[in-house]
């Protein structure tokens, strides 16, 4: 994966990017990470979470709509090693993760709300692909997320790293 820099990436393609409001903190071992978009959409559930973490990643990004939740903890380090072997290159929570100190460890991207040790549901509740709007933005299956340390970049298709 190529190095990026979000400021850099802004500057050159201003008028294709939406930018997340800065309310999002990381949590994976890998800091810069960019990919196509997949989405969940659940609430206090990650049933669904889990079971996408599951399937080929492709290099994804999958965004999570989380609903801002601060109850439940929808990812872990479970679902982040499942996402690592799978292939996901990074995980949007918009919601809380656990297993901090593992989850950076390990190399995905990892960015979320906050941290809360109490897991969530298993009922397998929600919607996939679907678009979700939160942090400002909308978020599109399909779409393009480029993330770093000074935030998080979308795009209606994929910009150029060079």
């Known amino acids: ?5 979000t400021p850099d990436l802004h500057d050159a393609n201003r008028d294709q990017v939406r930018v997340a409001e800065p309310v999002f903190a990381s949590f994976g071992g890998q800091r810069a990470f960019y990919g196509e978009i997949a989405t969940v959409k659940c609430y206090e559930d990650n049933g669904l979470v889990k079971s996408q973490a599951a399937t080929e990643g492709r290099g994804r990004i ?7 939740s601060q109850q439940r903890a929808l ?3 479970m679902i982040g090693a ?3 072997e799978n292939g996901w290159a990074g995980l949007v929570i918009w919601g809380m993760v656990r297993d901090v100190d593992e989850l950076a460890a390990l190399p995905i991207g990892v960015k979320a709300l906050g941290a809360f ?9 929600g919607e996939l692909d679907v678009s979700v709007h939160f942090a400002g933005i909308e978020f599109r299956p399909g779409d393009w997320l480029y993330a770093d340390n000074n935030g998080i970049l979308v795009s209606a298709s994929p ?3 060079d």
């Open 1 to 5: 994966m190529s190095v990026i820099s």
């Open 62 to 68: 999958l965004v999570v709509d989380g609903g801002g």
């Open 82 to 84: 499942t996402a690592i």
């Open 117 to 125: 040790p109490v897991p969530g549901e298993k009922r397998g509740v």
């Open 159 to 161: 910009l150029s790293l």
């Open 75 to 77: 990812v872990g380090d």
